[in-house]
Protein backbone atom coordinates (compact mmCIF):
# COMPACT_ATOMS: atom_id res chain seq x y z
CA UNK A 1 0.00 0.00 0.00
CA UNK A 2 1.28 3.33 -1.10
CA UNK A 3 2.00 5.98 1.35
CA UNK A 4 -0.97 8.21 -0.13
CA UNK A 5 -3.26 5.32 -0.11
CA UNK A 6 -2.52 4.61 3.98
CA UNK A 7 -3.02 8.06 5.35
CA UNK A 8 -6.06 7.86 3.01
CA UNK A 9 -7.12 5.05 4.70
CA UNK A 10 -6.57 5.63 8.01
CA UNK A 11 -8.45 9.48 7.46
CA UNK A 12 -11.32 7.39 6.39
CA UNK A 13 -11.21 5.53 9.62
CA UNK A 14 -10.51 8.15 11.81
CA UNK A 15 -13.40 10.20 10.29
CA UNK A 16 -15.70 6.94 11.53
CA UNK A 17 -14.12 6.71 14.80
CA UNK A 18 -14.96 10.33 15.16
CA UNK A 19 -18.50 10.14 14.07
CA UNK A 20 -19.20 7.66 17.02
CA UNK A 21 -17.20 10.33 19.49
CA UNK A 22 -19.39 13.64 18.11
CA UNK A 23 -22.77 11.88 17.73
CA UNK A 24 -22.22 10.34 21.45
CA UNK A 25 -21.21 14.20 22.75
CA UNK A 26 -24.54 14.94 22.17
CA UNK A 27 -26.16 12.87 24.29
CA UNK A 28 -23.74 14.01 27.02
CA UNK A 29 -26.27 15.58 28.91
CA UNK A 30 -29.03 13.06 29.36
CA UNK A 31 -26.48 10.60 32.06
CA UNK A 32 -26.72 10.84 35.50
CA UNK A 33 -23.41 12.63 36.04
CA UNK A 34 -21.86 13.66 32.18
CA UNK A 35 -18.08 13.78 33.98
CA UNK A 36 -17.29 9.85 33.94
CA UNK A 37 -18.88 9.59 30.46
CA UNK A 38 -16.32 12.80 29.70
CA UNK A 39 -13.45 10.60 30.81
CA UNK A 40 -14.90 8.08 28.88
CA UNK A 41 -15.00 10.33 25.57
CA UNK A 42 -11.50 11.09 26.52
CA UNK A 43 -10.21 7.36 27.32
CA UNK A 44 -11.68 6.57 23.29
CA UNK A 45 -10.15 9.17 21.50
CA UNK A 46 -7.27 8.36 23.48
CA UNK A 47 -7.07 4.71 21.85
CA UNK A 48 -8.34 5.75 18.79
CA UNK A 49 -5.57 8.06 17.34
CA UNK A 50 -2.75 5.67 19.24
CA UNK A 51 -4.42 2.74 17.18
CA UNK A 52 -4.57 4.36 14.26
CA UNK A 53 -1.10 6.33 14.43
CA UNK A 54 0.78 5.47 17.38
CA UNK A 55 3.37 3.16 15.14
CA UNK A 56 3.91 2.95 11.54
CA UNK A 57 4.50 -0.98 11.50
CA UNK A 58 1.37 -3.38 10.98
CA UNK A 59 1.85 -4.78 14.24
CA UNK A 60 0.71 -2.50 17.42
CA UNK A 61 3.30 -2.29 20.23
CA UNK A 62 1.94 -5.24 23.01
CA UNK A 63 1.61 -2.07 25.70
CA UNK A 64 -0.44 -0.40 23.40
CA UNK A 65 -2.94 -3.22 22.70
CA UNK A 66 -3.50 -4.26 26.27
CA UNK A 67 -4.23 -0.43 26.67
CA UNK A 68 -7.04 -0.81 23.71
CA UNK A 69 -8.39 -3.86 25.53
CA UNK A 70 -8.24 -2.32 29.76
CA UNK A 71 -10.03 0.85 27.46
CA UNK A 72 -12.28 -1.05 25.50
CA UNK A 73 -13.40 -2.53 29.24
CA UNK A 74 -13.44 0.86 31.57
CA UNK A 75 -15.34 2.76 28.60
CA UNK A 76 -18.73 0.83 29.03
CA UNK A 77 -18.22 0.95 32.64
CA UNK A 78 -18.27 4.75 32.95
CA UNK A 79 -20.78 5.13 30.58
CA UNK A 80 -23.76 2.37 31.96
CA UNK A 81 -22.88 3.07 34.82
CA UNK A 82 -24.18 6.93 34.54
CA UNK A 83 -27.05 5.39 32.02
CA UNK A 84 -30.07 3.94 34.66
CA UNK A 85 -31.78 1.30 31.94
CA UNK A 86 -35.12 3.39 32.33
CA UNK A 87 -33.09 6.16 31.22
CA UNK A 88 -32.05 4.64 27.71
CA UNK A 89 -33.90 5.73 24.83
CA UNK A 90 -34.54 2.67 22.60
CA UNK A 91 -35.26 4.46 19.25
CA UNK A 92 -33.29 6.84 17.56
CA UNK A 93 -30.80 7.48 20.62
CA UNK A 94 -26.81 7.59 20.87
CA UNK A 95 -26.58 6.70 24.51
CA UNK A 96 -24.88 3.68 23.87
CA UNK A 97 -22.12 5.61 21.43
CA UNK A 98 -19.67 3.24 22.91
CA UNK A 99 -20.88 0.11 21.54
CA UNK A 100 -19.49 1.62 18.08
CA UNK A 101 -16.53 3.03 19.03
CA UNK A 102 -15.03 0.20 21.45
CA UNK A 103 -16.00 -2.19 18.51
CA UNK A 104 -13.89 -0.05 16.32
CA UNK A 105 -11.02 0.17 18.63
CA UNK A 106 -10.74 -3.79 18.67
CA UNK A 107 -10.95 -4.26 15.25
CA UNK A 108 -7.99 -1.88 15.06
CA UNK A 109 -6.53 -4.37 17.55
CA UNK A 110 -7.11 -7.18 15.89
CA UNK A 111 -6.39 -6.26 12.33
CA UNK A 112 -3.04 -4.99 14.02
CA UNK A 113 -1.88 -8.49 15.42
CA UNK A 114 -3.81 -9.17 18.45
CA UNK A 115 -7.13 -10.90 17.30
CA UNK A 116 -7.03 -12.36 21.00
CA UNK A 117 -6.82 -9.35 22.05
CA UNK A 118 -10.10 -8.38 19.43
CA UNK A 119 -12.17 -11.45 20.94
CA UNK A 120 -11.93 -10.77 24.71
CA UNK A 121 -12.68 -7.24 24.66
CA UNK A 122 -15.66 -7.98 22.61
CA UNK A 123 -16.89 -10.97 24.86
CA UNK A 124 -16.17 -8.16 27.74
CA UNK A 125 -18.33 -5.63 26.03
CA UNK A 126 -21.29 -8.18 25.33
CA UNK A 127 -21.74 -9.22 28.87
CA UNK A 128 -21.52 -5.95 29.98
CA UNK A 129 -24.40 -4.72 28.28
CA UNK A 130 -26.16 -7.65 28.36
CA UNK A 131 -25.29 -7.04 32.38
CA UNK A 132 -26.81 -4.04 32.33
CA UNK A 133 -30.11 -4.29 29.88
CA UNK A 134 -30.81 -7.75 29.15
CA UNK A 135 -30.50 -9.57 26.02
CA UNK A 136 -33.40 -7.53 24.75
CA UNK A 137 -31.39 -4.64 24.07
CA UNK A 138 -28.81 -6.80 21.88
CA UNK A 139 -30.02 -5.58 18.45
CA UNK A 140 -31.17 -1.93 19.91
CA UNK A 141 -27.66 -0.94 21.32
CA UNK A 142 -25.67 -2.40 18.64
CA UNK A 143 -23.80 -5.41 19.84
CA UNK A 144 -24.46 -7.13 16.48
CA UNK A 145 -22.71 -4.81 14.35
CA UNK A 146 -19.91 -4.69 17.21
CA UNK A 147 -19.38 -8.63 16.42
CA UNK A 148 -19.82 -8.12 12.60
CA UNK A 149 -17.17 -5.18 12.68
CA UNK A 150 -14.50 -7.24 14.54
CA UNK A 151 -15.21 -10.61 12.72
CA UNK A 152 -14.34 -8.38 9.79
CA UNK A 153 -11.07 -6.97 11.28
CA UNK A 154 -10.18 -10.74 11.94
CA UNK A 155 -10.68 -11.97 8.90
CA UNK A 156 -8.27 -8.59 7.11
CA UNK A 157 -6.08 -8.99 10.19
CA UNK A 158 -5.33 -12.29 8.97
CA UNK A 159 -5.07 -11.07 4.91
CA UNK A 160 -2.50 -8.82 6.12
CA UNK A 161 -0.42 -10.68 8.23
CA UNK A 162 -0.39 -13.33 5.37
CA UNK A 163 0.75 -11.02 2.95
CA UNK A 164 3.50 -9.54 5.25
CA UNK A 165 4.97 -12.70 5.56
CA UNK A 166 4.77 -13.57 2.07
CA UNK A 167 6.56 -9.88 0.97
CA UNK A 168 9.01 -10.62 4.24
CA UNK A 169 9.54 -14.37 2.81
CA UNK A 170 10.26 -12.28 -0.58
CA UNK A 171 12.61 -10.04 0.38
CA UNK A 172 14.61 -12.57 2.46
CA UNK A 173 14.98 -14.89 -1.31
CA UNK A 174 15.53 -11.28 -3.02
CA UNK A 175 18.75 -10.12 -0.70
CA UNK A 176 19.99 -13.58 -0.70
CA UNK A 177 20.37 -14.22 -4.28
CA UNK A 178 21.92 -10.50 -4.27
CA UNK A 179 24.19 -11.90 -1.86
CA UNK A 180 25.27 -14.88 -3.99
CA UNK A 181 25.40 -12.71 -6.84
CA UNK A 182 27.96 -10.63 -5.05
CA UNK A 183 29.67 -13.41 -3.89
CA UNK A 184 29.85 -15.07 -7.30
CA UNK A 185 30.84 -11.63 -9.60
CA UNK A 186 33.68 -11.06 -6.18
CA UNK A 187 35.05 -15.18 -7.08
CA UNK A 188 35.18 -14.25 -10.64
CA UNK A 189 36.85 -11.38 -10.75
CA UNK A 190 39.22 -12.80 -8.11
CA UNK A 191 39.64 -15.74 -10.48
CA UNK A 192 40.31 -13.86 -13.09
CA UNK A 193 42.93 -11.71 -11.46
CA UNK A 194 44.60 -14.60 -10.51
CA UNK A 195 44.85 -16.09 -13.75
CA UNK A 196 46.24 -12.46 -14.97
CA UNK A 197 49.00 -12.83 -12.47
CA UNK A 198 49.96 -16.85 -13.24
CA UNK A 199 50.11 -15.68 -16.81
CA UNK A 200 51.94 -12.72 -16.11
CA UNK A 201 54.85 -14.38 -13.43
CA UNK A 202 54.63 -17.02 -17.06
CA UNK A 203 55.43 -14.58 -19.69
CA UNK A 204 59.00 -15.35 -19.63
CA UNK A 205 59.17 -18.74 -20.35
CA UNK A 206 56.59 -18.64 -22.96
CA UNK A 207 58.52 -15.90 -24.91
CA UNK A 208 61.48 -18.46 -24.54
CA UNK A 209 59.01 -21.06 -25.71
CA UNK A 210 58.24 -18.54 -28.93
CA UNK A 211 61.95 -17.32 -29.19
CA UNK A 212 63.04 -21.42 -29.29
CA UNK A 213 59.90 -22.33 -31.58
CA UNK A 214 59.38 -25.09 -28.59
CA UNK A 215 62.70 -26.61 -28.23
CA UNK A 216 63.15 -26.43 -24.22
CA UNK A 217 65.77 -27.39 -21.81
CA UNK A 218 64.68 -29.57 -19.38
CA UNK A 219 64.90 -27.00 -17.12
CA UNK A 220 62.46 -24.81 -18.99
CA UNK A 221 60.74 -28.42 -19.21
CA UNK A 222 60.06 -28.61 -15.53
CA UNK A 223 58.91 -24.96 -15.16
CA UNK A 224 56.60 -25.10 -17.91
CA UNK A 225 55.17 -28.25 -16.00
CA UNK A 226 55.25 -26.29 -12.89
CA UNK A 227 53.69 -23.43 -14.58
CA UNK A 228 50.47 -25.39 -15.78
CA UNK A 229 50.25 -27.00 -12.26
CA UNK A 230 50.13 -23.64 -10.87
CA UNK A 231 47.83 -22.42 -13.32
CA UNK A 232 44.77 -25.24 -12.11
CA UNK A 233 45.68 -24.60 -8.93
CA UNK A 234 44.43 -21.06 -9.33
CA UNK A 235 41.20 -22.46 -11.21
CA UNK A 236 40.70 -25.21 -8.72
CA UNK A 237 42.27 -24.13 -4.98
CA UNK A 238 40.69 -20.79 -4.80
CA UNK A 239 40.38 -19.83 -1.49
CA UNK A 240 42.59 -22.79 0.08
CA UNK A 241 45.65 -20.86 -1.53
CA UNK A 242 47.53 -18.29 -0.17
CA UNK A 243 51.40 -17.13 -1.25
CA UNK A 244 52.73 -19.43 1.68
CA UNK A 245 50.32 -22.19 0.28
CA UNK A 246 51.80 -21.57 -3.18
CA UNK A 247 55.27 -21.85 -1.94
CA UNK A 248 54.66 -25.10 -0.32
CA UNK A 249 52.95 -26.31 -3.38
CA UNK A 250 55.97 -25.56 -5.60
CA UNK A 251 58.69 -27.43 -3.37
CA UNK A 252 56.47 -30.09 -2.91
CA UNK A 253 56.53 -30.76 -6.99
CA UNK A 254 59.68 -30.47 -6.97
CA UNK A 255 60.12 -32.90 -4.76
CA UNK A 256 57.86 -35.44 -7.10
CA UNK A 257 54.50 -35.08 -5.02
CA UNK A 258 51.39 -34.75 -7.41
CA UNK A 259 49.59 -31.97 -5.36
CA UNK A 260 45.83 -31.48 -6.36
CA UNK A 261 42.95 -28.68 -5.29
CA UNK A 262 39.28 -28.63 -5.09
CA UNK A 263 37.68 -25.85 -3.27
CA UNK A 264 33.56 -26.05 -3.81
CA UNK A 265 32.71 -23.18 -1.18
CA UNK A 266 33.60 -24.94 2.25
CA UNK A 267 35.48 -21.69 3.34
CA UNK A 268 33.52 -19.27 1.84
CA UNK A 269 31.50 -18.43 5.19
CA UNK A 270 35.14 -18.34 7.40
CA UNK A 271 36.33 -15.25 9.29
CA UNK A 272 39.97 -14.03 7.74
CA UNK A 273 41.40 -16.07 11.27
CA UNK A 274 40.08 -19.07 10.53
CA UNK A 275 40.60 -19.40 6.62
CA UNK A 276 44.28 -18.41 7.69
CA UNK A 277 44.90 -20.47 10.45
CA UNK A 278 43.68 -23.88 7.67
CA UNK A 279 46.40 -22.48 5.43
CA UNK A 280 48.86 -22.39 7.86
CA UNK A 281 47.83 -25.94 8.46
CA UNK A 282 47.63 -26.98 4.86
CA UNK A 283 51.40 -25.66 4.38
CA UNK A 284 52.33 -28.02 7.11
CA UNK A 285 50.64 -30.63 5.88
CA UNK A 286 52.81 -30.13 2.05
CA UNK A 287 55.84 -29.57 3.83
CA UNK A 288 55.42 -32.89 5.83
CA UNK A 289 55.10 -34.64 2.42
CA UNK A 290 57.67 -36.45 0.50
CA UNK A 291 56.48 -38.05 -2.02
CA UNK A 292 53.49 -39.49 -3.86
CA UNK A 293 49.87 -37.49 -3.78
CA UNK A 294 48.29 -35.50 -1.62
CA UNK A 295 44.66 -33.75 -2.36
CA UNK A 296 43.07 -30.63 -0.09
CA UNK A 297 39.34 -30.04 -0.98
CA UNK A 298 37.03 -27.47 0.64
CA UNK A 299 33.63 -29.46 0.09
CA UNK A 300 30.45 -27.63 0.50
CA UNK A 301 27.55 -28.53 3.28
CA UNK A 302 30.17 -30.78 4.89
CA UNK A 303 30.20 -30.81 9.14
CA UNK A 304 34.43 -30.01 8.24
CA UNK A 305 36.02 -26.94 5.97
CA UNK A 306 38.57 -29.09 4.39
CA UNK A 307 40.06 -32.26 4.12
CA UNK A 308 43.40 -33.11 3.87
CA UNK A 309 44.85 -36.56 2.51
CA UNK A 310 48.54 -37.45 1.45
CA UNK A 311 49.42 -41.58 -0.28
CA UNK A 312 52.70 -43.15 -1.28
CA UNK A 313 51.84 -45.53 -3.81
CA UNK A 314 53.66 -48.41 -1.70
CA UNK A 315 51.30 -47.66 1.44
CA UNK A 316 48.32 -49.89 1.82
CA UNK A 317 46.18 -46.34 3.64
CA UNK A 318 46.64 -42.89 3.17
CA UNK A 319 49.93 -41.46 5.05
CA UNK A 320 48.00 -38.42 6.24
CA UNK A 321 43.83 -37.77 6.71
CA UNK A 322 43.06 -34.62 8.14
CA UNK A 323 39.53 -32.98 8.69
CA UNK A 324 39.66 -29.58 9.74
CA UNK A 325 38.41 -27.95 11.60
Not at 155 to 165: N, W
Not at 207 to 215: K, L, P, S, T, V
Request: charged share 20%; no cysteine; net charge neutral.
Amino acid sequence: MSNAARHLFLGLLLALGLNHFVLGMLWLHTYLDPAPVAVAFALYALSLVLSLYGTARLRLPKAEAYLNLAIAIVVPFLVLAQLPVSEYNHSGSYQTWFVGGVSLVLAITSARGYPVLGWIGTGALWLEVISWGGVGLITTTGLIGALLMVLTAWAVGRGLRSTEAAAAEYHRQAAELQARTAQNLARREAGQRMVESVLYSGLPLLERIRDQAGELSDADRAEAILLESRFRDEIQGQKLLSDGVRLATREARKRGVEVSFNDEGGMDQLADDEASAIRDSIVQALNATASGKIHIAAPAGESYRVSIVAQRPEANGPDLWLRLP
